[in-house]
């Protein structure tokens, strides 16, 4: 005798149905995403100039231009060239570096991991900072401490990143000779070029946390917790972290994307070997593949954290689920 089929057993069915339309929808949505972005990196490149005239010598004849033209693949017509760009990507085959004369992906490969290191301390920063901060500024609402706080965070959203950087070499490489100014290698090298980084980032997340935290302290259920007895810790870190997480979450998310572009700017003050810096001497040097790449790989990480945030959702707010 089958068993019958219940309410209790039809809605989580139901909700997984509409969680796994939820994710193909938005995973769908990434790749169309990720077409545009590739269609415009190869069209904007080409917009810059020709590579072959910066690649030869002023004085090199028209023979040799279209040797190098036939060579690189760039006198064949343009929807030609489009099309091998699009087959290419699915298999990462990207090309040849102009300048470098290697795989494009190996060259892209070898300065991720000098980027990744920098956005990572950069984001560990601006959390180590940014939630304390918040969380004091919400808990003295309208007192000192907060205008204080809110005052540090109008000029850390306000500073440009590269303002910071050199302010932060004149002092700390410069006068008080503690920390070196540019290049890569022991965290003395990291120190500088993440806290520039997480300059904005930490103005951000704690002005929102701010925000947020406020909202959800008002809330009945807090007033019902304080009746209770509860304490003022037991009440922010037990119920109001765990309620104000949500637009936060969002925030770090996009904050991700933040930093790893933020990072071209940082990459070039401090002389990190990145990805930031690679992108900027490929567009210098008009290594179309390259760019091409770059522009790809922060695209792509840009829209794979965005789903990922989303996808959190579900996790953190029942109530997505339900509508799921």
């Not at 193909?24 to 415009?40: E, R, W």
């Not at 991991?113 to 919400?138: I, N, R, S």
């Not at 946390?209 to 037991?234: C, E, H, M, N, P």
């Not at 922060?298 to 707010?317: R, W």
């Amino acid at each position: 005798m089958t068993a019958p089929v219940t309410t209790a057993t039809r809605l989580p069915a139901r909700a997984g149905a509409g969680v796994l339309r939820v994710v193909v929808t938005k995973v769908l949505t990434a790749i169309v995403v990720l077409f545009f972005v590739a269609t415009a990196a190869f069209l904007l490149v080409r917009l810059s100039g020709d590579p072959v005239k910066l690649i030869l010598p002023p004085d090199a004849t028209a023979a040799q231009e279209a040797t190098l033209r036939a060579s690189l693949g760039l006198d064949r017509p343009l929807i030609t060239q489009y099309l091998d760009y699009l087959a290419g990507l699915p298999r990462l085959k990207l090309g040849t570096s102009l300048v470098y004369d290697q795989p494009v992906t190996d060259v892209l490969f070898s300065r991720i991991p000098a980027t990744l290191e920098l956005a990572g301390a950069a984001l560990l920063v601006a959390l180590a900072l940014a939630v304390p901060a918040g969380t004091f500024a919400a808990m003295r609402r309208g007192r000192a401490g907060d205008s204080g706080v809110m005052a540090g965070v109008l000029v850390g959203q306000s500073t440009p990143a590269f303002w910071v950087g050199i302010l932060l070499i004149l002092i700390f490489a410069v006068q008080l000779k503690i920390l070196p100014a540019s290049g890569y290698g022991g965290i003395e090298h990291l120190i500088l070029p993440a806290v520039t980084l997480a300059v904005y980032s930490v103005a951000v997340i704690a002005r929102l946390l701010r925000s947020s935290l406020i909202d959800v302290l008002g809330s009945d259920f807090i007033r019902t917790a304080k009746a209770k007895g509860l304490g003022t810790g037991g009440i922010v870190l037990g119920h109001g972290m765990r309620n104000a997480a949500l637009p936060v979450v969002t925030v770090v998310g996009l904050e991700v994307g933040s930093l790893l572009g933020g990072a071209i700017l940082t990459e070039q003050v401090f002389s990190w070997p990145g990805l930031g810096r690679l992108t900027v001497e490929a567009i210098q040097n008009r290594d179309f593949p390259l760019v091409q790449a770059a522009v790809l790989f922060f695209a792509a990480t840009f829209v794979i954290v965005n789903l990922l945030v989303d996808l959190s959702y579900t996790i953190l707010d029942p109530r997505v689920r339900v509508t799921s």
